[in-house]
């Protein structure tokens, strides 16, 4: 990233009917020009607008409670009803199979878990939590990151020296270790740090812990970015204005890394998304009756042999939102800083 | 002529009987020996079997140690009865409180030392001294017992234990009379081990045995290996019958779907896990001639905290039973054929059952459907709607899908219910201290031995319940002192008249079922699936699979 980001004529504009194009007017066009991020990017939106649309589809469309065991219920097949847990009466008439995907939008679209509910109206649900985990995990992430790395860089000496020790301590531990340690305390006992008191069940839990494992990834960068926009001329042209600490990083760093927040922003999302997803495959993430997309492979797990889309279904979720955010990171990135695309072309 | 005829038609059926005698024997002979692949997903902990209190190895015990006396290996209801072991016989006298047992001469531990008069009441000492989880409860009634509680390392049980090395004779003298101690007798806890044994749990080191096998070496994180005992010779086949395979491994590690694929291909030839829920089809169908069935004396149960909100409140307790569907249990198990609803304590067919079922769309004997408007009145009228409830269950697939169905129930009544896993190593001592605070859990008790008070008085007996302490069975919390007080009569009365006190245990199930501690979900069945060159499966209703006595060649 550079300071060119402030106030550059684009080369792209030439010609004597140079207009000065704003930075960020300028990577939208290079972002719009990019189809494979683009239709990620749609890719992104039909999935989170059908996971908002959860309870619509499970109130007037699928008439299900997703969160209501139904293990003894019936549904419609084929205008018949049939049980939605079947039991074996081959053999010696061992084990209760639930019912597989219908295909039906109305019935057990796709299929029933081992408590009865609809998988599909779980997935909608589900997605919406793990969409809600990830984005709020990565914004806390990319904001405490600029806040820690941005201090830590722009006032170095003994202030980056402690900062930088911190974010290397919680960068010592696998962050996996780290968060399936800090799940696996708080789970139990819920947290209580002054005023907040959250319970073991709350979605804030893994929302707290994920958002804040991965702040050492995103704040060391900026920190570095910081260590070298101030000693860039701009800034101590405008610390010979005598510009105060905090008007430098407001108007001169801040608008020069919010960027690289900003390109880390879609990729710590779909990490933190598979970071919510492998804690509630644990049981240590999401809790009961709430679902998430790991929860719902969790409980596919057990059903694994006789009905295995119930966790394909979220697994195939999971991997067509993380590579639409991927490669939407990657255009954004681009699209910011096409130097960076240009030094990885570069042979 | 007459005569001669008659003389060779003897000596021709005599010929035969000998000839069909030799070929039998022979035919068993011909089983003996390779090895016997067991699995298991975890190690059992201790294998000290004065400490251990897992079906895991209990089942293994079978084959290994012995008692003065123990309970007859053999097939189905017949395993309930106690027999002679180490013991050739015993005599009760002073009006059941004590007891006299002669030792059998000749018995070798395995690793070659006599067994003598000695290792009997060493053993009685080190039940306290290694603070056995039964101390308290079963061996309690010996004299000299308080003090050995009170003070383990020097526990000598004096004028409790007195063993007379001319005679052969050991004789256990109790405070009071119990008719329940001869099972209390037959159980690994009172094993005879040497007395040279550390006065502490011997944790991973076995400890010499004097049964058909001894355990060769033990790694809780890899496998345990059995091995015939050389010094064993087979003094009474009802107590320790001599084993078929020459050695018996159990091996940890798999997965329980890897361990049913690993039997299906004839690696390995029992799994101690109960199969996972989408393999059970499969079994019943492809291996249904390596898939038995058995009907246990056990049930499964949701202990709730009479101290605690939202359940200590009778009528939230009553609503929670009313409201379970049973048959949604029932398939979340494995489907009708694995488990029976149910609605009270003690298992159908045990002493003191009389078929009762209050909470169910029509009262009766049996449970017939879930009765939930009845129980959202009864939520509204107890005062606890929308309370917060937890329910806590294990990890393991069915026992968090019951805690999960629970919750369900639950919330669809009025209270706001979660569920929680806790890992299985922890989540039976986690459910018992109060300072956890747990409200209602998912558990399950497999009896000790058969007896009402194995389930009524341990389960929910004042005695049992420890406020603070890992070890408070009475995970309810439950101490209703009129019928506590019942629970004493009817153990005293079995001294005398064991019919009227099964009637009064019946009574007392069917009283702490009104009160509703706990809600009783269903009676489990158990399923064993052993490779298709496992031969004479036999299964005892007391201990389970009878490891040794099946054969593998």
Redesign the interface.
Known sequence: MSGAVVGEVPAEAGGLAAVAVGPWQLARRRLLRNRVALAMAVLLLVIVVLCLCAPLYADHVAHTDP???N??GTTIVNGKPVPV?K??T????????PIGPTWDIHHYFLGAD???RDVAARLLYGGRNSLLIGTSAALITCFLALLVGGVAGFFGGIVDGILSRLLDVVWAFPVYLLAISLSTVL??RGLSFGPIHLT??SLLLPIAIIGLVYIPYVARPIRGEVLSIRRREFVEAAIGLGASNWRLLWSDVLPNVITTAIVLFPLMLAIDMLTEAALSFL?IGV???NASWGTIILDGQ??????PAVALAPGIAIALTVLALNVLGDGIRDALDPRAKLRRTEP | MKDRKALVAVLLVAAAAVFAAGSSSARTNDHRGGTLKLLAKAAGGTLDPQVNYTLEYWQLYQASYDGLLAFKKAGGNAAFDVVPDLASGYKIKNGGKTWVFNLRKGIKFSNGQRLTTKDVVASFQRIFKVKSPTSGSFYAGIIGASKCLKTPATCTLAGGVIGNAKNNTVTINLTAPDPEFKYKLAVPHASIVPASSPPNDAGTKPLPTTGAYYFASYDPNKALVMKRNPYFKEWSHAAMPAGYPDQITQSYGLTV?SQITAIENGQADWTLEAP???????????Y?EQ?H?ETLTAFWYAPMNVNIPPFNSLKARQAVNYAI?R???V??F?????AVPSCQVLPPGFPGNKPYCPYTKNPGTKWSAPDVAKAKKLVQESGQKGAKV?VISP?D?VQ??V???L???L??IGFK??????SGNIAFTYAQNTKNKVQINVQQWYQDYPAASDFLNVLFGCDSFHPGSDSSINMAGFCNKPIDKQMHRALKLEQTNFPAANALWAKIDHQVTDQAPMATLFTPRH?DFVSKRVGNFVFSKQFYWLVDQSWVQ
């Open positions: 969160f209501r065991s293990v003894s847990m039991s074996s081959q053999g010696l008439g061992l084990g209760v199979t081992e408590q009865g789970i139990a073991s069940g049981s809790q009961e009756p057990d059903v694994l042999y006789t009905r | 779907e996972p829920a989408d393999r059970l089809n499969e079994l019943g169908t492809k249904a898939t069935v569907d048959n949604a249990l398939k979340i494995g489907g009708p054929k694995l937890v990890d697939e968090k899908a805690g999960v169905y919750a369900s129930v919330n669809q219910a979660s569920s929680k896993t806790i399923i």
